[in-house]
C-alpha cells in the first residue's frame, strides 16, 4: 500500500462545495461549522461511516462570490460566510483526527478584480503592479486579439482611466495574472507555504493549464464547426497549454514535495475531442503535478467501448510513476446519475451502482462529488433562482451549473436536514427519495454500496496498488479488467446492459466472489452476468472459496 508520503494514490477523495454541504450556523449557506459536524459522515474510523481519506474544498477564501469564490480577494483568509481561519485550523485538527486530509483549491490562474495586486495594478500604467497582470494597447482601436472569455463575450476589457484592455479568460471580474513576470510566481509560491506551514494536505490548481498564454497573443484559428457557442468554434491553440507551464509546474512540485505527504491535482480543461492525453503532460514523468483530472469520462456516453477507450489511453498517456485520477462529477457539469439516466428508475439507479463499482475498483485516485453517493440528481433551477453566472448569460442554451450544486440532502425533512433557514439555492426537491438518513439504513442502496466498497478497497491492497490490465474481448456490453498484486488476482466485470450477460472465464480468474451487487448465477466456466450486475472474483492470496 502507498506509504504516508504517497497516500494521494491510495486514498478516496471526496469534493465538497462547501456552500451545500452542511450549514452550521443558520444563514442557509454552508459553511466550515457545518463540514465539521459532519466529518463522522465522512469517516469515523468504522465502517459505518463512508470512509473517505480526504477531502476537497471549493474555494473558501474571501471572494465577492461574482464566480462563487473563483474570484478570490485575499489568499491567505477566509471568507466570513464559511468562518474564519481559526475555525479553519479546528476544521483541520478534527478532520486529522480522523484520518481525513484535507485538500484546498488553488485559483491562481486569475485572481479578483476586487484583489489588492489587481486594484494596484490597474490603478496606473506605472504601477509596480501593472505588469502582474496582463495588459495591452488597443489595436486600430480594438482588442489586441480575438481571444474569447468561457463565460462568454470578448476576453479583453478595456478600462477607461489607463487607455489599455487587461485579459480574463472567464468574466470581467477574474482578470488573469501575469505568470510571466516572476514576482507573480514568488508571490503566489509565498502564499502556497503559508497554507503548507498551517498544515493542509495539498492543493486542486483550478484551471491549470491556462497560466500561461503565447507571448505574442497570437489570433487562434476558427474551427467551422456548427454547433455550440462561439468559445467551442475557437481552437485554443495559444491561450493555453503553452510549454512555459512544464518548468513552472516542475518548480511548484519541488515546493510542495518539500513538505513530507502532501500532494496536488490539477484542473486541466479540455477541448472538444481531446482526452487524458492533455492532462498526463501535466503530470510530466511524475515531476510535475501530482495528479490532474481527465474528464473523458464526463463526455462519455453509457458505452463499454467508449470507457474502455479513455482508460486505455489515459494509462498509455500517463509517463513513467504518473498516477490516475477518476471522476464521474463535479461542481461544473450535469451530475452523471442524470447524464446516465433512461426513462427507468430502476435502471437509472442501476447504472449509477455500475459506474460506482467502476469508480472505486479502477487502478487511480477516485475523486467522489457531494451527494453522488446518495443518488443526488442533476436539479432544474427556476430561471429567476439562477445564479451561477454561465447560466444567467447562457440561458436558455445552457441553464449553467446550479442545478449540480443544490443543497446535500441529509434528511427528507425540511431544507433536507441542511440548514434551518432557506437554503441559497432551492432546497432538493427530491429529498423524499434520496437523502442519507434513509440510504444509511438501506442495505440495498447507493450510499451503502458505496460505503461499502470503499471499505473493501481500503482492505484490499490489489484494488489499490495491483496493475490493471483490461481484457479486451469481453462479450459486448461487458467492461472486464484485472486487479494483480502478487499471488492477487481480481477480475472486476461490469454489466452495462439491461439483459444478462455471459462471459467465459479464464481459468486463472477463478475464484471467490468478493463484492457484487444484483445476485447472479455465475458458475466456474462461465461467469452469467445478470442486467446491471457487477461482480468482484478474487483469485490467489490462499482463500479461493
Ligand atoms: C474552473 C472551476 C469553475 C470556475 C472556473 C473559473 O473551471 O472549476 O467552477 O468557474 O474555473 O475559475
Not at 459536524?37 to 473517505?52: A, H, I, M, Q, R
Not at 506551514?197 to 492543493?203: A, E, M, T
Not at 502532501?262 to 477541448?271: F, N, Y
Request: aromatic share 12%; proline share 6%; with cysteine.
Amino acid at each position: 500500500m502507498p506509504g504516508p508520503e504517497d497516500w494521494w494514490r491510495g486514498a478516496v477523495v471526496y469534493q465538497i462545495y462547501p456552500r451545500s454541504f452542511m450549514d452550521g450556523n443558520g444563514d442557509g449557506i454552508g459553511d466550515l461549522q457545518g463540514i465539521i459536524e459532519k466529518l463522522d459522515y465522512l469517516n469515523d474510523g468504522t465502517p459505518e461511516s463512508l470512509g473517505v481519506d480526504a477531502i476537497w474544498i471549493s474555494p473558501i477564501y474571501p471572494s465577492p462570490m461574482f464566480d462563487f469564490g473563483h474570484d478570490i480577494s485575499d489568499y491567505e483568509s477566509i471568507d466570513p460566510v464559511f468562518g474564519d481561519l481559526e475555525l479553519f485550523e479546528r476544521l483541520l485538527e478534527e478532520a486529522h483526527a480522523r484520518g481525513i486530509r484535507i485538500i484546498m483549491d488553488l485559483v491562481i490562474n486569475h485572481t479578483s478584480h476586487r484583489h489588492p495586486w489587481f486594484e494596484e495594478s490597474r490603478a496606473s500604467r506605472q504601477s509596480d503592479k501593472r505588469d502582474w497582470y496582463i495588459w495591452r494597447d488597443p489595436k486600430n482601436g480594438k482588442e489586441p486579439n480575438n481571444w474569447l472569455a468561457f463565460f462568454g463575450g470578448n476576453a479583453w476589457e478595456y478600462d477607461e482611466a489607463t487607455g489599455q484592455f487587461y485579459y480574463h479568460a472567464f468574466l470581467p471580474e477574474q482578470p488573469d495574472l501575469n505568470w510571466r513576470n516572476p514576482e507573480v510566481e514568488k508571490a503566489v509560491f509565498d502564499m502556497v507555504r503559508f497554507w503548507l506551514d498551517l498544515g493542509v494536505d495539498g492543493f486542486r490548481l483550478d484551471v491549470v493549464n491556462l497560466y500561461f498564454k503565447s507571448e505574442q497573443l497570437t489570433d487562434n484559428p476558427t474551427r467551422y464547426l456548427h454547433v455550440g457557442r462561439a468559445f467551442d468554434r475557437q481552437l485554443h491553440l495559444h491561450d493555453r497549454n503553452q510549454p512555459e507551464m512544464h518548468p513552472l509546474l516542475k518548480r511548484f512540485r519541488q515546493l510542495v514535495d518539500s513538505y513530507p505527504g502532501r500532494t496536488s491535482v490539477g484542473e486541466v480543461t479540455l477541448q472538444r475531442g481531446e482526452d487524458g492525453a492533455v492532462p498526463a503532460r501535466f503530470q510530466g514523468d511524475d515531476d510535475e503535478l501530482h495528479l490532474t483530472f481527465n474528464f473523458a469520462f464526463f463526455f462519455s456516453s453509457w458505452s463499454t467501448e467508449r470507457f474502455r477507450s479513455v482508460i486505455q489511453h489515459w494509462e498509455e498517456m500517463l509517463q513513467g510513476d504518473s498516477w490516475p485520477t477518476y471522476t464521474l462529477s463535479n461542481h461544473d457539469y450535469e451530475r452523471h446519475i442524470s447524464r446516465f439516466a433512461t426513462r427507468s428508475e430502476h435502471e437509472t439507479i442501476a447504472r449509477a451502482k455500475v459506474a460506482a463499482v467502476m469508480l472505486l475498483t479502477l487502478r487511480g485516485t477516485p475523486f467522489l462529488y457531494y451527494g453522488e453517493e446518495i443518488g443526488m440528481r442533476e436539479q432544474r433551477v427556476p430561471r429567476k433562482r439562477i445564479v451561477d453566472p454561465v447560466g444567467i448569460r447562457y440561458w436558455p442554451l445552457h441553464p449553467g451549473r446550479d442545478g449540480c450544486r443544490i443543497p446535500m440532502a441529509w434528511t427528507a425533512g425540511d431544507h433536507g436536514g441542511f440548514s434551518t433557514a432557506d437554503p441559497w439555492l432551492p432546497e432538493y426537491a427530491r429529498r423524499q427519495q434520496e437523502n442519507v438518513e434513509t440510504a444509511r439504513a438501506d442495505s440495498d442502496s447507493l450510499f451503502t454500496l458505496y460505503r461499502k466498497l470503499i471499505w473493501l478497497r481500503k482492505a484490499t491492497p490489489a484494488l489499490v496498488d495491483g496493475e490493471m490490465e483490461l481484457i479486451e474481448d469481453s462479450p459486448p456490453g461487458v467492461l472486464a479488467y484485472r486487479r494483480r498484486l502478487g499471488p492477487v488476482s481480481i477480475l472486476v466485470a461490469l454489466n452495462f446492459e439491461r439483459h444478462t450477460v455471459r462471459m467465459p472465464l479464464d481459468p486463472r480468474d477463478r475464484g471467490r466472489v468478493i463484492f457484487r451487487i444484483v445476485s447472479g448465477t455465475e458458475t466456474q466456466e462461465v461467469l452469467e452476468l445478470g442486467p446491471h450486475q457487477a461482480l468482484l472474483v478474487q483469485a490467489g492470496g490462499g482463500s479461493e472459496g
